[in-house]
């Protein structure tokens, strides 16, 4: 319906037809999925039926978050990371990614594959990024100046070599404590800071909508075409686009949130695309909300 593709997956065969629809193509992929924590995540079967789509050489990319460990298996968080301690805890937080990994059955998939997993966090925290200036002069050539600055470090050099190739932006929707999660805030966890309600979210998240511009910013910059998909997990319901403003407005809408309510859709509106809200009407006539 109009940039946008819709599909309810449910096998393999679903999300075949769903990337077809979706134009899903490039010469390698690097695919983000949304594992805030170890209760709600981008399961490891949707993205075995995603890689079995995808022909070429595909790298996840994530960084460490404060709740994906073995004490947030259920829907309210037990303990998280703090800005405080997070380096000091680095150890176990390595651990228990490599945890998360086995409990949801994503090492599996990815060895199934033959899929690379590149974590940010740990790329940056030991010191294996792309010069700043040279992600500046990237970035800047296409958008200009970032706000944030120092995101022009957030670059691991194993992900700058893969430039040029496709990003997609697999986000399980949700709503979180401060604001809808949808497919251009999930590269937000990208920020290599796994706490990143501090610094990142500014006092009542004020610079929570900068923040997810500057680093989608930076990631659009490396990786064409970008693909950005929905989950909609009670529904089964996949929706899709080019344009991840339009993707993130239908389904807000589809799920009863009004998209001008979400201020950094707002703000990403902006820089990356408008959204056609005479579409959002067509969807809600065809699919409900």
Same mark, same amino acid.
């Given at each position: 319906?109009?940039n946008v593709v819709f599909c309810k997956v449910t096998e393999a065969e679903d999300m075949r037809r769903f990337a077809k629809e979706l134009n899903i193509r490039g010469k390698g992929f690097v695919v983000k999925p949304n594992w805030s924590n170890a209760n709600s995540y981008t399961s ?39 800005? #405080?301690?997070?380096? /000091?805890?680095?150890? %176990? $937080?390595? &651990?228990?990614?490599?945890?998360? +990994? ?42 200009g100046s970032l706000k944030n600055q120092e995101m022009y470090g957030f670059i691991p050099k194993k992900v700058y070599n893969l430039r040029g190739c496709s990003l997609i932006s697999l986000n399980m929707s949700r709503m979180t404590r401060e604001v809808m999660s949808l497919s251009t ?34 990631? #659009?910059?490396?990786? /064409?075409?970008?693909? %950005? $998909?929905? &989950?909609?997990?009670?529904?089964? +319901? ?52």
């Amino acid at each position: 319906m109009g940039n946008v593709v819709f599909c309810k997956v449910t096998e393999a065969e679903d999300m075949r037809r769903f990337a077809k629809e979706l134009n899903i193509r490039g010469k390698g992929f690097v695919v983000k999925p949304n594992w805030s924590n170890a209760n709600s995540y981008t399961s490891a079967e949707d993205l075995d039926f995603l890689f079995n789509c995808l022909e070429g050489k595909k790298t996840v990319v994530e960084s460490y978050t404060a709740w994906r460990n073995e004490l947030n298996t259920r829907p309210e968080p037990h303990d998280f990371i703090t800005p #405080r301690n997070a380096k /000091k805890k680095w150890k %176990w $937080i390595k &651990e228990q990614d490599a945890w998360f +990994l086995r409990y949801s059955g994503v090492e599996r998939v990815l060895k199934k594959h033959g899929v690379e997993y590149v974590n940010i966090t740990e790329e940056v925290w030991n010191h294996r990024t792309v010069a700043k200036r040279e992600m500046q002069k990237i970035v800047e050539e296409r958008f200009g100046s970032l706000k944030n600055q120092e995101m022009y470090g957030f670059i691991p050099k194993k992900v700058y070599n893969l430039r040029g190739c496709s990003l997609i932006s697999l986000n399980m929707s949700r709503m979180t404590r401060e604001v809808m999660s949808l497919s251009t805030k999930n590269l937000f966890g990208l920020i290599p800071d796994p706490a990143r309600y501090g610094r990142w979210h500014g006092e009542n998240d004020s610079l929570l909508p900068q923040s997810i511009v500057d680093i989608n910013k930076v990631y #659009r910059s490396l990786f /064409k075409p970008c693909f %950005w $998909i929905n &989950e909609i997990v009670d529904r089964d +319901l996949l929706v899709g686009s080019e344009n991840s403003v339009q993707a993130d407005a239908v389904t807000a809408s589809i799920v009863g949130v009004d998209p001008k309510g979400i201020e950094y859709l707002q703000f990403a509106a902006k820089v990356f695309g408008e959204y056609d809200e005479a579409l959002l009407v067509k969807v809600k006539e065809k699919l409900g909300s």
